[in-house]
């Protein structure tokens, strides 16, 4: 039987137990056989040495992120408990001084994970960035924040942000209304972006006089554009020569992001989309660069995280099944052709 007493220092108790002690609670459902009780600032475990010297190691690990982030979610409890270590992925407080906007609300506005990061500092060295990830990760929001900022530096005299008007997986029939009445609900994740960063009256007059375009890709055909922040979102939903006529538009002191997540499709199909090919080709040219995120980077629902590794798995199984499938073909083949040889 052994018993260790953790003294927990320099952090709000609050932060660290949680909320009705939802982080402690999730550290006594892994470690069942490990009596934690805590007073004050004190947790005291009791247990055999080395499931109560594991359950120690997991709370330090909490106390040394919660310093560094100033936070400690039930999500990156999680994950120290599941063996990672949120640092490995998450811009600590040290590190993100620097804020890329400051919000509507004057909220900081900065990258939260390491990919994020990488993101602004790939945007800043390159011209053009292929910024590639799952849904929930922050490509889409970093890439507006970018592109505020830009503007509001006079970096860029314009922000143009477009994505291809692709329903994702249901078709929507006739929608009333004009041109724009149509079109905005494709649209409706970027302005959610912008409504975050921008004061309402700005952003009517900003759109109003076309410093700020929001349109589908259909629309860039035949334009120039320069002295402007483009982003392209949902480049997944682009065929390669809509990234080819896009790319192509690009003047000589504009700015590119181009999102996409690879596992969300929705083209039709009898398409298939141009990003995979396009990265593989494009982003070995000087002044192109490109950032991959992942399930780690998710600042969503904790549950987002989860659904992505589980589809991943999903995926991976299926394709396991195709080839476990093709191989029976391929030796029914065979075996039907050895039959015929020997009749």
């Given amino acids: 039987m052994s018993e ?46 080395a499931n109560t010297q594991a359950c120690k190691s997991k709370l330090e690990k909490m106390l040394r992120l919660l ?6 979610p039930g999500p990156d409890v999680l994950d120290i408990l599941g063996g990672g270590d949120p640092q490995d992925y998450r811009v600590s407080k040290k590190e993100n001084g620097n804020i890329i906007v400051y919000g509507r609300s004057g909220n900081p506005i ?5 990919n994020q990061k990488k993101l602004v500092e790939t945007s800043e060295a390159c011209d053009i960035v292929f910024a590639i990830g799952p849904a929930g990760t922050g490509k889409t929001y970093t890439a507006v924040a970018l592109a505020v900022r830009a503007l509001k530096n ?31 609900p494709y649209l409706r994740p970027l302005y959610d972006a912008l409504d975050d960063m921008i004061p309402a009256e700005k ?16 629309f860039m055909r035949g334009r ?45 199909r009898n398409q298939t ?40 798995e999903m995926n991976e199984e299926d394709k396991e099944a195709r080839e476990a499938a ?7 083949q065979a075996m039907s052709k050895a039959a015929k040889e020997e009749n």
Avoid: W
Avoid at 23 to 37: M, S
Avoid at 203 to 218: D, G, H
């Fill in 4 to 49: 260790i007493v953790l003294t927990i220092d320099g952090v709000a108790l609050v932060d660290f137990y949680g909320q009705n002690d939802a982080n402690l609670n999730l550290i006594r459902k892994a470690f069942p056989e490990v009596k934690i009780t805590s007073r004050g600032n004190k947790v005291k475990l009791s247990g055999d040495k």
């Fill in 67 to 72: 310093k560094e982030q100033d936070n400690l």
């Fill in 110 to 114: 900065k990258p939260k994970t390491i």
């Fill in 154 to 184: 006079k970096l860029v005299k314009k922000i143009v942000l477009t994505r291809p008007a692709v329903e994702a997986g249901e078709r929507l029939g006739f929608l009333p209304g004009d041109l724009k009445d149509k079109v905005d």
């Fill in 203 to 218: 952003l009517v007059q900003f759109m109003q006089t076309n410093v700020i375009e929001i349109a589908p890709l259909a």
């Fill in 224 to 268: 120039t554009l320069d002295n402007a922040f483009i982003i392209l979102d949902e480049a997944q939903n682009a065929t390669s020569v809509q990234l080819k006529m896009f790319l192509t538009r690009i003047g000589p002191s504009a700015k590119c992001i181009i999102t996409g997540d690879l596992t969300q499709i929705d083209l039709p």
């Fill in 273 to 312: 989309s141009g990003l995979y090919r396009s990265l593989q080709k494009l982003s070995k040219i000087e002044g192109i660069g490109s950032v991959f995120l992942t399930e780690e980077d998710v600042v969503r629902h904790r549950l987002v995280k989860a659904i992505i590794r589980a589809y991943n």
């Fill in 326 to 332: 093709q191989r029976q073909r391929e030796i029914k």
